[in-house]
């Protein structure tokens, strides 16, 4: 079946725009989340749902990162005000819902700010 | 405040020599741990989870991980590598009232000819 998608693959923006990123995640799992991979580092948390609410919320960064989940499925990662050091590659992933659940992972998506 | 550790940036090993890649965790709560590989351009894919039971876990492509309490270690390996296990290698943990996982820095393991 089909995996998680994340679109775009890669996004430029200049400093200071608006971007949004997208995530599918694969049908049925209830639990999403959102991760940040910088280059040579491992993904770091940001954010994860369970349904339609966000449960641990611990790891965005600041106020310019927003996450959301209307209907418990797609889900929408925003950033306001993009700068610099918000480059890297977003990672996405869904599981059935339990953290001993493997959580499926998307291909990312890669956004520079310039 | 839970905290994965993986001390090798990289690994450099010949093709069918055996291989450990270290990772070491903390954590104040029961914890779950994890092996995730990413190939080339590709997602990060699930080897093999500890969650509880036999402290030696078996996962896919033949690698192994034995869980130590006593040294806080998850340590991976596999008896033989091929060249087609170079890929970079993520040890996380997760426990407590969150599903979050703490990535470590990844190894690099890179199979020569």
């Known amino acids: 079946g089909a995996g998680v998608s994340q679109t775009p693959s890669n996004k430029v923006t200049e400093k200071g725009k608006y971007v949004e990123l997208r995530c599918d995640p694969i049908?049925?799992?209830?639990?999403l989340y959102w991760y940040r991979q910088s280059l040579g580092q491992g993904p770091e948390f940001l954010i994860y749902?369970?349904?339609?609410?966000?449960?641990?919320d611990s790891g965005l960064p600041n106020d310019r990162f927003f996450a959301v989940r209307p209907e418990g499925s797609v889900s929408t990662l925003k950033i306001q005000r993009t700068e610099r050091g918000d480059s890297a590659v977003y990672l996405c992933?869904?599981?059935?819902?339990?953290?001993?659940?493997?959580?499926?992972f998307g291909p990312g998506t890669r956004l520079t700010v310039t | 405040a839970q905290s994965v550790t993986q001390l090798d940036s990289q690994v450099p090993v010949f093709e069918e020599a055996p291989v450990e890649l270290r990772c070491n965790y903390s954590s104040s709560v029961s914890v779950y741990l994890f092996w995730y590989v990413q190939y080339p351009n590709q997602g990060l894919q699930l080897l093999l989870k500890?969650?509880?039971?036999?402290?030696l876990v078996k996962g896919i492509n033949g690698f192994e991980a034995e869980f130590n309490k006593s040294q806080t270690s998850f340590h991976l390996r596999k008896p033989s590598v091929h060249i087609s296990d170079t890929a970079e290698y993520f040890c996380a943990g997760g426990g407590g009232a969150t599903n979050k996982l703490i990535f470590g820095t990844g190894t690099l393991l890179a199979v020569q000819p």
């Open positions: 049908s049925g799992h209830t639990a």
């Open positions: 500890y969650l509880s039971g036999s402290t």
């Open positions: 992933a869904s599981s059935l819902g339990g953290l001993a659940d493997e959580q499926y």
């Open positions: 749902f369970q349904g339609t609410g966000a449960a641990d």
